[in-house]
C-alpha cells in the first residue's frame, strides 16, 4: 500500500524499480497462516508491479514456500546463515540490487534463426550483475547473425545492435578449441536446467514431472548436479563395499544420508574443499559438478 500511494501520488519517477525484501524464518506467526493463501494474497497484491525478494534466516527456514513466493513476484529467494556472518550476507545481497541500470529488457534474434533459446527477456539489470543467453542456431545458410537489445533506462528507450560474422566466429572457436571446447553448449544447458527449475516451483502436478524428467535427461547429459539429484560417496578404504548418499536438503533444513544398494562405481564425480570438521570421505567423480545449496548442507554436517 505504500508503494502503490507513493506512486500515485509521484513520491517515485516513473521510470523507477521498487522492490519488497522479506527477512523471515518462513513462519507465519500472525492472521492468515496457509502457506498457499500466503502466496495467493501476495501475489494479488503485487500486481506483477514490484519485485518480491525473500530472505531465508536458518537452516530450518520454510525455503520452498519462500522461493514459490519470491519466482511468482519476478524476485528470487535467499538463504542467510545464521552461524555465518549473517551481517555481510545481507549486505552481498543489497549490493546485488541496489543499482539498477536498465528495466524491460527484450534481447531479439533474426525470425526462424534460432532455436532452444533460453530466457531472452529481462525485468531489471543490475551494476555488477550480467544477462545471459544461448540458443542454438537453426539457419546454416546464415552468414550474419544479429542481436538486438532493447531496454529502458530511468530517461529514455535503448536500442543497442551487434552483428557477428559466423564464418570468422567459428574460426576463432576451432583455433583455440583447447580453450572453448563444449562450453557453449554446456552453458546452453546450465541455463536450461535453471529455468527449468524455477518453472517446477509452480507448476502444476502433471507439469511437474514433466519438467522434472527434462531436468534429470539434462542433468544426466552434461554432467551437472541439480536440487533433484544425490551425490554418492565413499568412505576411506575400511569400508569400500558401502556407498553413502547425501540427498538435497529438505525443506526442514536437514540433510538426510542414507545406505543404496550401490557400487561405488557409480559414485559420482564432486569437486569440494572439505573442512576439517567434516568426516573423511573419497569423492568419487562420474556424473556432476559443483552446487552451491548442497555445499552448505554438507558444511553444517
Known sequence: QLLDKAHR???LPERSVSMIILLTDGDPNSGESDPSKIQENVKNAVQDKYNVYALGFGYDVKFSFLEKMALENNGIARRIYEDSDAPLQLQG?????????????EILYPEN????????????????????????ISD??????????????????????ADVNIPEAENIIQQQQYIFGDFTERLWA????QQLLDQRVSARADDKKNLTDEILSLSLKYN???????????????????AFVADKPSDDGNLWINRPSLS??????????????????????????????????????
Open 224 to 242: 551437472f548436479v541439480t536440487s533433484l539429484t544425490s551425490m554418492v560417496v565413499t568412505k576411506p578404504e575400511d569400508t569400500k563395499d558401502e
Open 9 to 11: 501520488d509521484k513520491q
Open 190 to 193: 546450465y541455463l536450461t536446467i
Open 113 to 136: 534463426a534460432v532455436s532452444d533459446l533460453t530466457q531472452a527477456s529481462f525485468r531489471q539489470y543490475y551494476d555488477g550483475s550480467e544477462i545471459v543467453v544461448a540458443g542454438r
Open 140 to 161: 546454416n545458410s546464415l552468414q550474419i547473425f544479429t542481436a538486438e537489445v532493447n531496454a529502458q533506462t530511468g530517461n529514455e528507450n535503448l536500442t543497442l545492435s
Open 264 to 301: 561405488p562405481d557409480f559414485a559420482i564425480v564432486f569437486y569440494l574443499n572439505c573442512p576439517r570438521r567434516m568426516p573423511k570421505f573419497n569423492f568419487k567423480s562420474k556424473i556432476f559438478d559443483y552446487n552451491e545449496h548442497l555445499l552448505y548442507q554438507l558444511n553444517k554436517n
Open 93 to 105: 545481497f543489497y549490493d546485488e540490487v541496489a543499482n539498477p541500470l536498465l528495466m524491460d529488457i
